[in-house]
Each structure stands twice: as C-alpha cells, then as structure tokens.
Nanobody, 118 residues
C-alpha cells in the first residue's frame, strides 16, 4: 500500500553534513506522521525525528538542533549537520497511519546507511 524509498546516505567525515530524503508512494492519503528512525550496530532501533501532517515535530534529544526534519508533498527530509561518529547507523524512513490509540500501522523504507568516520 505504501512504499518508502530513502536516499542520501553515505560516508561522511565528523562535522560534515548529509541530507536524507524519503519519497512516499502508493496509498499515502491516510498517513498521519512521517519520520526517521535509526539502528546502530548492536543497538535497538530508535526514533530520530518525526513530523506530523500538521507540521508538529518531535526529535530525539541527541539530534535536536542538528537534524531538522521537513516535509514537502510526498517527501520527508532529514538535514543532518555536525555529524558525529555515534550517528553512524542505518537510517529508516517511517510512515504511520494512526486512527486511534489502539490502531497504528507503520510502513518502513529499506534503510540507508550513514557512516560518520574520519
């Protein structure tokens, strides 16, 4: 129903920047929230940033001020700045359909690797 395709990952030096993009297609009309999650080696997947249809944003404390999230039509962006080695992870685009507290359906992209290393 919903397909998410990420792009923009890669290898960057500490202090550098990357811009991730996620294009949504398919049955996207019921999506309420889009965002980014990441999973580092040996760690659980964690929220990075989300943005609602109304523009409300939510950020992990570790990226707040560094990774602004934005949306335009069918695409969500994550501008990653002042990158640190601990930001190294596979970044996953997320789109969620939330109809009630007891109903949430999540769609995920395939992931894009971000490696911050000198």
């Amino acid at each position: 129903q919903v397909q998410l395709v990420e792009s923009g990952g890669g290898l960057v030096q500490p202090g550098g920047s990357l811009r991730l993009s996620c294009a949504a297609s398919g049955s996207i009309f019921n999506i309420n929230v889009m965002g980014w999650y990441r999973q580092a080696p040996g760690k659980q997947r964690e929220l990075v940033a989300t943005i609602s249809n109304g523009g409300s944003t939510n950020y992990a404390a570790s990226v707040k001020g560094r990774f602004p999230i934005s949306r335009t039509k069918n695409t969500v962006f994550l501008q990653m700045m002042s990158l640190k080695p601990e930001d190294t992870a596979v970044y996953y685009c997320n789109a969620a359909v939330i109809r009630a507290l007891e109903f949430r359906r999540d769609y995920w992209g395939q992931g894009t690797q971000v490696t911050v290393s000198s």
